[in-house]
């Protein structure tokens, strides 16, 4: 029997519905700042979060859409240019307060700590963006109810390599058969699940309809569901196959 001692959590789609309305406009307005007539409308983008991270998902689009840019040297500083850009643009935007959590989340987080479960987040996005996020929504000492959080460049490969995962099992002391990820995509779900972790999905307009087969369990939203569901459910499943 397995007893459920930490949740990890993913950023983007997951803990706020950040891609669409956050940084889909950053990225446009990154672009239009270094006069690139590039634009990701909303179906475009919807395509792009194919490629996990910002400076992937430039490069990626680049290389199909502008690839004489993309094959010229000192292309690599133009991505880092962009991206930096791209940042500030999404910082100014979640820290106005413009990037609500999504329901039932503020309601988890609150209920699993008091119960004692330890908290951490993995994910591809930039950490500067995790802790502008969790400052805005939840308040100055946010940062501090995550035991770990993994972010970014930490692991050179993005999700859904698992890499991620494992970094964050590191630091955290943990076995992944003791802890519950919670994603968004299938992507997310794809790294969670090769580091032999459970995977709670919460879709959103994004990924509805993509391929959940392997979650652990599915539902529209976080609200409605308490630490102490996830723990009586988790101790009664057998445990995942071990982790490849
Ligand atoms: C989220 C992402 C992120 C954001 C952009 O994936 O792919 O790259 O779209 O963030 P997940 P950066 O939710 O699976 O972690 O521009 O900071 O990379
Ligand atoms: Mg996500």
Not at 201 to 208: E, W
Request: include cysteine; charged fraction near 25%.
């Amino acid at each position: 029997m397995n007893t459920l001692r930490a949740l990890i959590f993913d950023v983007d789609g997951t803990l706020a519905d950040t891609e669409r309305d956050g940084h889909r406009p950053a990225f446009n307005a990154a672009f239009a700042g270094a006069g690139l007539r590039w634009h990701w409308d909303v179906a475009i983008y919807g395509e792009l979060l194919a490629v996990a991270g910002g400076k992937e998902r430039i490069r990626h689009y680049a290389a199909r859409h502008d690839p004489e840019r993309a094959a010229a040297p000192g292309f690599g500083e133009t991505v880092a240019g962009l991206h930096a850009a791209k940042t500030r643009h999404y910082l100014d935007h979640v820290a106005a307060g413009r990037v609500p959590l999504r329901p039932g989340v503020a309601t988890l987080l609150a209920a699993a700590r008091r119960r004692g479960l330890r908290l951490a987040i993995a994910t591809t996005t930039t950490p500067d963006n995790v802790e502008a996020l969790l400052r805005a929504t939840l308040g100055p000492d946010a940062m501090g109810w995550f035991a770990v959080i993994g972010a970014g460049d930490v692991v050179p490969a993005k999700k859904p390599a698992p890499d991620i995962y494992r970094w964050v099992l590191e630091r955290l002391e943990l076995d992944a058969a003791d802890c519950l990820a919670v994603e968004d995509s299938e992507l997310g779900l794809a790294a969670a699940s090769t580091a032999g972790l459970r995977c709670l999905v919460t879709p959103n307009a994004y990924t509805a309809g993509q391929d959940f087969g392997r979650a652990w369990m599915l539902r529209d939203s976080l609200a409605g569901i308490g630490p102490d569901e996830l723990a009586r459910r988790f101790a009664e499943d057998p445990a995942p196959p071990a982790a490849a």
